[in-house]
């Protein structure tokens, strides 16, 4: 194991452990973003959750955001629509890009569901281009099933 997947891993139990007994999805998302967030040091982490067929602004970590976004639009709308995690490792090659922060470079998407339908996306962004991989990729779906199956 490689120290970015060592850091996951050790991630991941501690955010097991926080969601154990945890009913609220806001308050386990609120502490998912900053465990996130404190571990890697992104620009920005955080949910949009689905409410009345957009996604809104849940707990996040980082600077200010977008507060709904549309379906199909941007990054975190195209994931939602197409059902799968999206990494981009330049933003600004992707088409539809909603620039919330000029200073956000690379991103990563991951759908979460439950019960088949997707609640919530968990957005991650980077200052940097080329953030983020399959490893961040297997080990933030991982974390997106705690949610998932509270």
Known sequence: ??????KYDLLFRQIQSLA??????????????????DTFHFWWTGFYRVIDNELVLGPFQGPLA???IAYGRG??????????????PDVHQ??????????SNSEIVVPVFRDGKIIAV???D???YNTFDETDR???????????NQ
Request: proline share 0%.
């Open 126 to 128: 980077s200052e940097h």
């Open 1 to 6: 194991m490689n120290d970015k997947e060592q």
């Open 138 to 148: 297997i080990w933030l779906e991982r974390i997106a099933t705690i949610i998932s």
């Open 66 to 68: 977008c507060t709904r």
């Open 122 to 124: 968990l957005d991650i």
């Open 20 to 37: 154990e007994g945890e009913t609220d999805d806001i308050a386990l998302m609120a502490n998912m973003a900053a465990a996130i967030h």
């Open 94 to 103: 992707f088409k539809g890009h909603i620039a919330c922060s000029s200073a």
């Open 75 to 88: 990054v975190c709308g195209t994931a939602w629509q197409e059902e799968r995690t999206l990494v981009v």
